[in-house]
């Protein structure tokens, strides 16, 4: 999904100490770019999900349901409510290159979807749509239930990627209606950099 | 948790290095280094050692590679011999292995700018993590941190630097610190055994990186200018002879650091005689030649990157000069486009002026002002000559005063338009005058039959009053045998004529219709119709206006 490049770093690092006007410009432009597929995304957060209404953030202080505070972990948060202004506002983008992966990866120009509830409208049911089958729960079809609620308010998941991982409901749908021009619009402004840099330095675009 | 889709991704190898170094050093106790040597005799750990080392001399190569690549994109090639045997000594000396220092200074070199800080600041590190729990890669990135202005790793690494020092602190004085601190941890654990087993373990890096370097060449020797196809020839009897090396290798290892005398002087002499039956010395030789060509190699191309990057500098300065040039030059037009606009509208401002002497209508004006006008006319007149003479700041304040002077007068003339019609004082006088002149005909008519009367009586009307009291007199006493006549005539001596009354002249009251008491009656009552209504009449008296 992602697409790797070589360079960059050395290329940002070279823009900042040597033409930080050009660098500004690019992330500008990448700005915008990346803006598309966050209001877009945006624009999909429904007021409430329907069959769902218990889920509703009406304002109330909510108590973790499942453990007891304790002087160890003294902050437990509940279950997140469906509050659509807080997922809204979670859906953001980010120019900062993220920590390094397993594999050895790091990302640049991210797309993020940081609110827990906006989490969980992405991926609820991205393992087990219908429950986990061995579920000890007292109501074993609660999750189910869950599921198809949001899909049902948010249509299913949009494949991005050949990984699990890589579908969701929101960001990634966002993402996937893009079609890839929010890639090309990040390539086009760094490579337009890249060309003003060298033509700068007097060297070949 | 954060859903995260990255849309460029790139490859860093950063730390990974870190990862294999540390497991190396796990895998590089001494029991473990012992129980290697002791393995190494078997021929399956033989070629694991020959893979083993070949991997060491790739990996120190790859390292060593990085650390060129960096000085060179940051312009600094020429630097590379130096800062390599100077990385080369300082794991040495500090018992970690250069293949993953070489990273860590990179890091540092980065963040500072400057190979010789970035050295320092690696050994500081050393230093740092030796005396204090902190892994050496967890340091140098609070360092390099601290260079970017996030103190936050420095502050995490729990040395003794608290937030307040840090937030006023700059990076020299925070690194003078911790050497201060921290001055002596290394040299203090290399005296451990730990220490002590952590440079033998660098060191026995170092032998690998050594054989493997000479098995590549080795193989590179074999091949010649057959290629693989000759390699795989001579594989099975190069394989005896590597083993044999390698047999021999970890035999002589295996009795380094042994104290008995008799063991340490065979050893001396089995191994001056593996030197010669197997040109140990040769092998150095080709080695350190082999070195030394890729030393001179690197020299070469970094003269020559250097040379291309001085080519640039010198191209990109150019460029800033000429646009600065040509920014001076577009500036200096500027300006004397500026000063010549303003030469012109000044010369205009004076040829509008003179100019104005020639204008009929200023000419007109100004005659107009010599001969007698008002006051409001005079501001009329200014005020045009201000306009015409295009005075912008005259002309408001001449408009405010017309403005002000014509509301004093429109407000007058509207009181006094308001005044009723004043009636005409001498209407009926023509026909009272008639009137007078037909009764003063009258009179002189009635004066001329008027009888003659004698001197000293009263005249007939005008002493009634002594006739009259003389009647009323006439026998009583006093009066007694006195006619009314001379009663009267006394009474008239008497009072010297006082009562006569011919003296009063008759006068006329002319009625001329109340005209003049009208007029003033309808003046005060329109003046105060005009102030219940709100619009006062104001006269000023001192003006007249």
């Known amino acids: 999904m992602p697409v790797e490049v070589k360079g960059l770093v050395e290329t940002k690092a070279a823009l900042k100490a040597y033409a930080p006007d050009l660098l500004k410009e690019m992330n500008k432009e990448i700005r915008i770019a990346l803006k598309v597929v966050v209001k877009d995304a945006q624009s999909h957060v429904t007021p409430n999900v329907i069959g769902l209404y218990g889920w509703q953030d009406r304002g109330n202080v909510v108590k973790s349901r499942t453990k007891a505070k304790t002087p160890l972990a003294p902050n437990l948060r509940a279950f997140p409510k469906y509050n659509p202004l807080v997922i809204r506002k979670g859906l953001t983008f980010s120019l900062a290159a993220s920590r390094r992966n397993s594999a050895g990866f790091v990302g640049f120009y991210r797309l993020l979807n940081k609110s827990a509830a906006g989490a969980i409208i992405e991926t609820a049911g991205r393992k087990n749509f219908n429950g986990a089958s061995d579920s000890q729960s007292n109501n074993p079809q609660a999750g189910a239930h869950f599921n198809r609620a949001i899909q049902g308010t948010y249509g299913g998941f949009k494949q991005v990627g050949n990984r699990r991982e890589d579908k969701g409901r929101l960001l990634f749908a966002a993402y996937y209606r893009d079609q890839g021009k929010v890639i090309d619009a990040v390539f086009k402004a760094i490579n337009k950099a890249d060309s003003k840099f060298k033509s700068r330095l007097g060297l070949a675009a | 948790m954060t859903i995260d889709i990255p849309i460029v991704t790139t490859y860093k190898d950063k730390g990974a290095k870190a990862a294999q170094s540390g497991l190396d050093k796990l895998s590089g106790s001494a029991k473990k280094l012992g129980l290697a040597l002791g393995l190494a005799l078997s021929i399956n750990k033989i070629v694991a050692f020959g893979k083993a080392s070949v991997k060491e001399f790739t990996d120190s190569e790859k390292a060593a590679a990085s650390l060129q690549n960096t000085l060179k994109n940051t312009g600094n090639l020429l630097a590379f011999p130096d800062t390599e045997a100077g990385i080369k000594n300082l794991a040495r000396l500090s018992g970690i292995a250069d293949d993953s220092l070489i990273p860590l200074f990179n890091q540092l070199y980065l963040s500072t700018g400057n190979v010789g800080q970035a050295t320092k600041d690696l050994n500081t590190a050393i230093e740092v993590s030796r005396g204090s729990t902190n892994e050496l890669s967890t340091v140098v990135d609070a360092l390099s941190k601290g260079y970017a202005g996030n103190t936050k790793g420095l502050g995490s690494l729990n040395v003794g630097l608290n937030r307040a020092y840090l937030a006023s602190a700059d990076m020299a004085a925070i690194t003078k610190e911790l050497n201060n601190t921290f001055s002596g941890s290394s040299a203090a654990f290399l005296d451990t055994y730990a220490g002590k087993v952590a440079v033998l373990n660098n060191q026995w890096s170092e032998t690998k990186e050594i054989v493997g370097q000479g098995l590549v060449m080795a193989f590179e020797t074999a091949t010649g200018n057959r290629g693989a196809k000759g390699m795989t020839d001579s594989m099975e009897e190069l ?130 002002l010599q001969g007698k006008v008002t006051d409001q006319e005079k501001l009329r007149l200014s005020l045009q000559l201000a306009l015409i003479q295009e005075n912008a700041t005259e002309a408001a304040k001449l408009a405010t005063e017309l403005v002000k002077s014509q509301l004093q007068t429109t407000n007058l003339a509207g009181a006094i338009a308001k005044l009723p019609k004043a009636l005409y004082p001498f209407t009926g006088w023509s026909t009272d005058i008639d009137n007078l002149i037909k009764q003063i005909l009258l009179m002189m008519k009635l004066l ?57 002249a008759p006068v006329t009251v002319i009625n001329v219709n109340g005209a003049t008491q009208a007029l003033l009656d309808e003046l005060r009552n329109g003046l105060i119709k005009d102030s219940a209504s709100g619009s006062f009449a104001s006269i000023n008296p001192s003006s007249g206006n």
């Open chain 2, 448 to 504: 001329q039959t008027m009888p003659t009367k004698p001197l000293g009586l009263p005249t007939v009307g005008t002493t009634t009053y002594y006739t009259d009291l003389a009647a009323t007199l006439v026998n009583t006493t006093g009066y007694m045998g006195m006619t009314e006549s001379q009663i009267a005539a006394e009474r008239f001596k008497e009072s010297a004529g006082r009562f006569a009354g011919s003296a009063t």
């Open chain 2, 239 to 368: 394989g005896y002879v590597i083993s044999a090396v390698l047999i021999r290798l970890g035999q002589l290892t295996s009795m380094l650091g042994t104290d008995i005398p008799l063991i340490s002087d065979l050893l001396k002499r089995t191994t001056d005689g593996w030197k010669f039956l197997l040109g140990v010395d040769e092998t150095r030789r080709e080695i350190y030649n082999e070195i030394l060509r890729t030393n001179t190699k690197i020299n070469y191309e970094a003269m020559l990157a250097a040379d291309a990057q001085a080519k640039r500098n010198k191209e990109y300065l150019a460029f800033l000069a000429r646009q600065r040039k040509l920014s001076e030059a577009a500036a200096a037009a500027a300006k004397k486009r500026a000063d010549e606009e303003k030469k012109i509208a000044a010369e205009r401002k004076i040829l509008d002026q003179v100019g104005g002497l020639f204008d009929l209508d200023q000419i007109q004006i100004f005659a107009a």
